[in-house]
């Protein structure tokens, strides 16, 4: 039986949805490494290679492809980490300590993982260093969307684990823990340059999370 060729429409939506996503990544490598200002649209259509009114188009303008970028961040983590936030939110309910204990471990290894092996980590990592200093386009999403839920479940997670509930007394300590990641990412150029030639930077710095993480929930 000879396969049906695909359908127009389809093959359009597929073609819109990469040349979405190619822009995308383009943009994000771009303004995490140069800033908002330092960009124009022109130079983020030629290395994406499409034309110029393609922007304009999926994004509506400069900001709107920012604001875009910040979405995208929040839409890759939020896929990658989905299965361990939701067995977090389960754990949180029951009040096992040893189980938030492990639950946070693998929360915090499951964004190390995606810091260290997503491709464009380093870009993202830089755009999320550059909203933190100076707030732009992309902060409110980042912060209602990412950084504000993240950092309550992980200081909620450090607390139960202590079998302190709450999320208030441990959340200076999950901001810590997590912008050390996010530093690890947007510094691998230096950091590759520092460790020896072969290092599995992933494996040794989950080795190293797990390692915080045993300091931590030691009953305060």
């Not at 695909?6 to 040349?19: C, F, I, K, L, V």
């Not at 124009?40 to 492809?65: C, D, H, M, W």
């Not at 302190?164 to 441990?170: E, L, R």
Request: proline share 5%.
């Amino acid at each position: 039986m000879t396969a049906s060729a695909p359908q127009p429409a389809r093959t359009g939506y597929r073609r819109g949805a990469e040349t979405r996503e190619r822009i995308l990544a383009v943009a994000l490598s771009a303004f995490g490494l140069r800033g908002f200002d330092a960009v124009s649209t022109r130079e983020i259509a030629e290395a994406a290679r499409v034309n110029l009114p393609a922007i304009q188009y999926y994004f509506g303008s400069k900001q709107g492809l920012y604001r875009a970028c910040a979405g995208h961040i929040v839409d890759r983590y939020v896929a990658a980490a989905l299965p361990t936030s939701r067995a977090a939110e389960t754990v949180l309910s029951g009040g096992d300590a040893a189980a938030a204990r492990q639950s946070l471990s693998d929360v915090m290894l499951a964004l190390a993982q995606f810091l260290m092996r997503t491709g464009d980590a380093q870009g993202a990592a830089l755009f999320i260093q550059r909203e933190l200093a100076d707030p732009g386009a992309g902060f409110d999403i980042l912060f209602e969307q990412l950084w504000r839920p993240g950092v309550e479940l992980v200081g909620q997670l450090i607390s139960a684990a202590r079998s302190t509930p709450g999320a208030g007394p441990a959340r200076l300590e999950a901001i810590h823990l997590i912008s050390g990641l996010t530093a690890f990412a947007s510094g691998r150029a230096a950091i590759d340059r520092l460790l020896p030639p072969g290092a599995d930077l992933a494996a040794d710095l989950c080795r190293l999370v797990e390692r915080q993480i045993a300091a931590l929930v030691q009953p305060r």
